[in-house]
């Protein structure tokens, strides 16, 4: 029997109903569901609870309800589990969702008859080194790694290297350090290419860069990326993000190490929609 696992924001509009639903039409395939607590609780089934860290063991696969932001947190959390997950919609955008709420009759369909591939999605992980001493270490994200000034109006400096070889100082805002699957993200409001997720490369590009010269860069994905990072103004501190969502201070003088990741995401995809048809649904782009 298939055992599918539902991972659901609540803070998202109908997130309730359509996690009942969804129970509902997982049952009557004949297959199992297993809810984080919360949400069990909230639909009014406990018999199905089950506490987030223990879906992986659990279940061959994960229904995740939100927006990008919630897939983004699971596939951190999940990161070495090797767990296929499926996005359903009930946010924004939703570049890594793959269903919509109206179309879940046929999501549950296609998903326990086999009719979906999976997409394995690079990751990156990094470290940051202090004085020689690494501070932070087995940070990974999905999207990017973001290096920015603390306070707004405050610019910071980027030296950066790859495999040791220099590349360039840049000052501005910041710089990320993107996968294929974040370029449609913070990087593309920076001016970023669209890179397509199949290839392994990694994106770098200036926020806001105080150069007429600077421009985004791809690099290959089995490069060493690192970025030593100082404030214009040296009582000012910088931050760094991960996927937008976690954040931490940077001293001047840091030493930021992005690497590709050894685990990678595996997001659920149906074979009749590729990358370029979503692009044009989600961008507007008329075709």
């Known amino acids: 029997m298939n055992v599918i696992g539902l991972a659901v924001n609540q803070t998202k509009p109908n997130a309730i109903p359509v996690s009942e639903l969804l129970v509902n039409l997982i049952e009557q395939h004949g297959a199992q569901a297993v809810v984080e607590e919360d949400t069990a609780r909230a639909i009014g089934r406990p018999d199905l609870a089950l506490p987030a860290a223990q879906l992986p063991e659990r279940a061959d696969l994960l229904f995740v309800l939100g927006g990008d932001g919630t897939m983004l947190g699971y596939a951190r959390d999940f990161a070495h589990e090797d ?103 913070y990087s593309l409001s920076c001016g970023g290419p669209i890179v397509s997720p199949h290839l392994d490369v990694m994106l770098l590009t200036p926020i806001c860069a105080h150069t007429l010269y600077a421009r985004p860069m791809i690099l290959a994905a089995n490069q060493v990326v690192e970025v030593e990072v100082t404030s214009t103004m040296p009582e000012k501190k910088s931050v760094l993000s991960i996927d937008g969502q976690i954040f931490h201070k940077l001293e001047n003088q840091d030493i930021i190490r992005v690497r590709q990741s050894a685990a990678k995401t595996s997001l659920i995809k149906w074979h009749d929609r590729g990358f370029f048809d979503v692009l044009r649904h989600k961008l507007h782009v008329q075709s």
Do not use: W
Not at 123 to 143: H, T
Not at 153 to 167: E, F, N, P, Q
């Open 83 to 185: 767990l296929p997950m499926l996005g359903i919609n009930l946010g924004h955008l939703g570049f890594l969702s793959e269903a919509e709420p109206q179309d879940l009759k046929n999501a549950v369909k296609r998903v326990l008859s086999g009719e979906y591939c999976l997409e394995k999605r690079l990751m990156l992980e990094a470290e940051v080194v202090r004085d020689g001493q690494v501070v932070l270490d087995n940070l990974i994200a999905l999207n990017d790694f973001g290096i920015a000034r603390e306070e707004f109006g405050r610019m910071v400096t980027c030296k950066v290297s790859a495999d040791d070889m220099y590349i360039d100082h840049y000052t501005g805002d910041g710089l990320l350090i993107s996968t294929p699957t974040g370029s449609t993200a």
